[in-house]
Every structure is written in C-alpha cells, then in structure tokens.
Nanobody, 125 residues
Framework: QVLLVESGGGLAQTGGSLRLSCAAS????????MGWFRQAPGKEREFLAG????????NYADSVKGRFTISRDNAKNMVYLQMDNLKSEDTAVYHC??????????????????WGQGTQVTVSS
C-alpha cells in the first residue's frame, strides 16, 4: 500500500557525488523509519543506511560510513541519500525502503519490507 519512487541515479565519476531522492505515497510517512539498500548483479541486497521515524537517529553500513548521508523531509514525504566520494564498487541499483511497522529506529535491515523499483547508479573513472 506504499509506493516508493527513487530518482537521482545516473553516471558519476570516481570521487564524485550524487544525491538520490525517494518519494513516498500511499501510507502515513512521518511515523515510519526509512532506509536505503542497494543490489549489484550477483550480490545480495545490502543495507546501506536507515533513519528513524523522528529523523534524528541514523545508521550506516561500514561500506558507506563517512561517505553517504541519509536524511528525510516529512513535510514533503521525501527521503534522500547524499553520496560523496563515490567508488566503482558503489555501482548498483539503489532502492529506498519503508519499515513495516511505525515508530522504528531504522537500524536493522529486517525492519524494512517495502522497496521501490530502484535507480541505477554507475560509477566510473
């Protein structure tokens, strides 16, 4: 019952930046933790970042810690992923996700049960 639409993907250079956006509709947004995942061909879906329902608590995978920043704008039903210092191994399809129950921390991948179609990010030198 929730629709998540990602945008902002594309081609970036190594060391460059991209900002991904996720628009949510169909369910109350502000009370649910949100997150970002990615999946590269032949690899498991990887949890990258989560933000709790208040917007104050964030969690990051070691692979992106210090480079990626998750944020949200509840007034716009939007979640963002600012990606800096991109590396070739960041190439993947990026999906935003919403937690299945409200008032969560967004700290664990098992909290999330709804994903968008994804946006492709390709990083090249």
């Amino acid at each position: 019952q929730v629709l998540l639409v990602e945008s902002g993907g594309g081609l970036a250079q190594t060391g460059g930046s991209l900002r991904l956006s996720c628009a949510a509709s169909g369910r109350t947004f502000s009370t649910y933790a949100m997150g970002w995942f990615r999946q590269a061909p032949g690899k498991e879906r990887e949890f990258l970042a989560g933000i709790n329902w208040t917007g104050y608590g964030t969690n990051y995978a070691d692979s992106v810690k210090g480079r990626f920043t998750i944020s949200r704008d509840n007034a716009k039903n939007m979640v963002y992923l600012q990606m800096d210092n991109l590396k070739s191994e960041d190439t993947a399809v990026y999906h935003c996700a919403q937690a299945v129950i409200p008032y969560g921390a967004g700290s664990r991948p098992t909290e999330f049960g709804s994903w968008g179609q994804g946006t492709q990010v390709t990083v090249s030198s």
